[in-house]
């Protein structure tokens, strides 16, 4: 029998090993998990940072959007919170070094707006001292005359009218450019504008102009002065700061909708204009800009179902758009370039909310199934990469907009196919002729010759399929950007029409559905992106 050796001593077990291995695994995690969130809190900070920068230094007031603005600072914060993920990809000093050299250079440039190249301080004093003329003359005597008066006194949109009508006879529309203090931008929209109004000997009484300016930026007022003998000056002050209703929350929008408030109440409560036309610091114009905007005023105010007339196309980016005559109805709010009447605002006035002023123009309590008037191809086209709409939203939507430079005779148009019913009909049989399509792709290879349906089922399905086509994907209390009864009009590469059309079965009304653990952000196209919440450590 072969001897059997038995190992002494007791049995040692092998788990005392794996614990510690265990152990350090998960405090390996830890560590890792700590670096990320401290890597991210780092790169937020930079960009909030930059933004309020940004926002304070150079926004201010100058404008919506946005539509867009014409875009809003939620908008802007989605964009900025998206940019997040692609920067995680960098080591943390070549991020931190990329946001300073992005944070820097966007100063640079906006302290460059401030002035035009020609600044004369000697202008600004002659600009001040007449307001402070105006100013002693509205103590002693009241409101200014319209008739009178290149320049009023600063005004404030719940204090009495710094100014009085009627206007002059033959007056179509009153045109307000608003500004902040980008004197530059100013410069280059005030070339495109005269230039425009100018075409047209009549447009002097047609279009009376006036700049409503927020504050008073020296470097404006320098450029203001210099043209007052083709534009009437206005300038707004607050009394006192504006309180925002959330933290960290920019002042910038409850300022912006202030001055808007102070131009519509001046312009229709106190001067007396039946219609106004709002434009902004960094536009340029296309040349039948006028003649649109004389040609649609009667529409608008013989269709109470219409809301404004705009120049604007949400979807005017070249690659979608063909026809510069067409025009179409909308249930967006487009903003940017537009014209509202005396009954609109009197439908508004009451209401004017306190900041987001756009976002507000845009819900169905305030449009009230009310509709614009929308070009195909755009009639306005904002220039300006500083402002509310800059960064990456400007490179996207805003850049590859087509201006349209045909000159065309609207005031012999027959635009009666823009009445409510006969709009509803012609267009529900266009939607019946069109031919069905089962794809993007089908779309995007879709020949001219006839218009094409593409179905979506959803808002997740609309954003999807907006997102393939390079399209901005955002809706607003249930109505996406550019839409008509919730179909949206684009044109392919070849030039052929695709409507984008909801199933039977789509209800725009449908809350978006958030799983616990997840929040919503807007993303840099106007989708809405669930996003895993983490939690602070």
Known sequence: MLPVHVRGGPRR????????????????????????????????????????AIDHTVDGAAGTDGQGSYHSG?????????????????????????????????????????????????RVQRLRARLEAAAARLESDGPLPLADTRVFPPGNEDQPCIGKGPPS??????????TF?????????????????????????????????????????????????????????????????RKKEPVVYYRIANHYKFILRTMFDCFGFQ????????????????????????????????????????????????????????D????????????????????????????????????????????????????????????????????????NNQTVDWTHADLGYLQADRYQQLFEAELHAAQELGSVDEAQGAEPGRDYILRFSSQQHYEKITGRLRMLREWRDGVPRGAYRGVVAVRNAKGARIFLAPTADVDFNALVVVPPGMELRVDSTGALVRRWVVAAT
């Open 13 to 52: 077990s092998r788990w005392p090993s794996r614990t510690g291995l265990l152990a350090a695994l998960l405090l390996f995690m830890a560590v890792q998990v700590a670096v990320t969130v401290v890597y991210y809190r780092r790169i937020s900070a930079n960009r909030e940072r930059a933004r309020q």
């Open 74 to 122: 939620r908008v802007q914060a989605g964009t900025k919170q998206g940019a997040v993920g692609s920067a995680a990809t960098k080591s943390a000093p070549a991020a931190k070094s990329a946001v300073t050299r992005r944070l820097t250079n966007r100063k640079a440039q906006a302290k460059a707006l401030l002035q035009s190249e020609r600044y004369d301080e000697q």
């Open 169 to 178: 006879d033959g007056t179509i529309a009153a045109v307000v450019l608003v």
């Open 181 to 245: 203090n980008r004197a530059r931008y100013l410069e280059q929209t005030l070339v495109s504008l005269f230039d425009v109004h100018g075409a047209d000997p009549a447009n002097r009484h047609k279009f009376p102009l006036f700049v409503s300016q927020d504050f008073n930026a020296s470097g404006v007022q320098d450029v203001v002065e210099q043209h007052l003998d083709r534009l009437r000056y206005l300038q707004h002050y607050e009394e006192q700061e504006p309180v925002t209703e």
């Open 275 to 330: 219609r106004v036309i709002i434009l902004e610091d960094d536009m340029t114009l296309a040349p039948d800009l006028f003649s649109y905007f004389e040609a649609t005023a009667p529409v608008l105010d013989a269709d109470p179902t219409l809301y404004c007339v705009s120049s604007w196309n949400d979807h005017g980016q070249d690659r979608f758009v063909r026809n510069a005559t067409q025009l179409y109805r909308s």
């Open 332 to 403: 967006f709010f487009p903003g940017l370039g537009w014209m509202l009447n005396r009954r609109v605002w009197d439908s508004v006035a009451h209401k004017w909310p306190r900041a987001y002023w756009d976002d507000f123009m845009r819900l169905n309590s305030t449009r009230q199934g009310r509709q614009c008037i929308r070009p195909e191809i755009c009639r306005t086209y904002n220039f300006g990469d500083i402002g509310s709409s800059s960064g990456q939203y400007f490179r996207l939507f805003l850049k590859p907009i087509r201006l």
